[in-house]
């Protein structure tokens, strides 16, 4: 079923990436499972590609309190689906992703078509078709995974498709923007033993050397896992490799290549 949608999925991508790269927001929207699901994604994006927490956000309907409680009522109201998107001062610049198993919740309908009369790009995330949240949203993932084996609980096939679709748009904007290499997680932060043997791994597999090699290469670069590849491949001092980082926005490959241009001039 998300198989079907991969051309959705990469419409949305392409937006959300383009949002991000002028300072927009991707901001989730949901109620229940679903909002759960966005809040996860959205929470895991800081740790795996070292973002701030205010470029990938998400609001569920009864706040934080319904990470842990079921808090059902708030769903159905669609003043506080606007009300949050006002707090959010959604604009122009911002992605907005509705998530609704039915496509039915008003909260998250309201949320969506408030966001779209704010000139935000809208996309919904749903397993039904011809839902008013399909209809609300300027793009519509529509991931038809049928009749759920315990009827009615839409935690099962359809929560799971949501979060792979999830899992798929974040990850695909975060690999269009430069956040990592290759298929290596290089803007890690080294927050936890776990974490700093990982970095020692991808620094290995990034340039292909012994882990002693890596150890000192990280060292050069003060345990910076972008820098100690971009200095390493381009041959520059930890300040021009940390420079092109930031002209280049944290896109690793482009860094390399304006490192490079840097140390010639």
Not at 32 to 55: H, V, W, Y
Not at 61 to 71: E, N, Q, V
Not at 151 to 173: D, H
Request: charged fraction near 20%; hydrophobic fraction near 45%; glycine fraction near 8%.
């Amino acid at each position: 079923a998300v198989q079907k949608v991969i051309p959705q999925i990469a419409t949305a991508i392409d937006w959300v990436a383009q949002s991000l790269r002028n300072r927009g927001r991707l901001i989730y929207v949901g109620a229940g499972t679903s909002g759960r699901i966005a809040a996860l994604d959205a929470a895991e994006c800081p740790p795996t590609f070292n973002t701030n927490p205010n470029m990938v956000q998400f609001v569920i309907a009864g706040g934080k309190r319904a990470l842990a409680g079921a808090t059902e009522a708030d769903e159905d109201s669609r003043a506080l689906g606007i009300r949050e998107m006002r707090r959010k001062r959604v604009g122009q610049y911002d992605v907005v992703v509705g998530l609704a198993a039915s496509g039915r919740t008003p909260f998250t309908v309201a949320a969506v078509e408030h966001a779209r009369r704010s000139r935000a790009k809208t996309v919904a995330i749903t397993c039904n078709r011809g839902t008013p949240l399909a209809k609300a949203a300027e793009l519509a993932i529509v991931v038809d995974t049928g009749p759920e084996v315990l009827a009615g609980s839409t935690r099962m096939k359809a929560g799971t498709a949501e979060k792979m679709v999830l899992n798929i748009l974040s990850t695909g904007a975060m690999v269009r923007l430069g956040y990592v290499y290759g298929n290596l997680m290089v803007n890690l932060h080294r927050k936890n033993s776990k974490l700093a043997e990982r970095s020692v791994s991808i620094v290995q597999q990034a340039l292909g050397v012994r882990q002693r090699e890596a150890l000192d290469i990280l060292s050069n670069a003060r345990n910076n896992v972008p820098v100690a590849i971009v200095m390493s491949k381009a041959g520059v001092s930890r300040g021009v490799a940390a420079e092109s980082l930031v002209r280049a926005k944290g896109h690793v490959r482009n860094a390399i290549a304006l490192a490079k241009k840097m140390q010639e001039n």
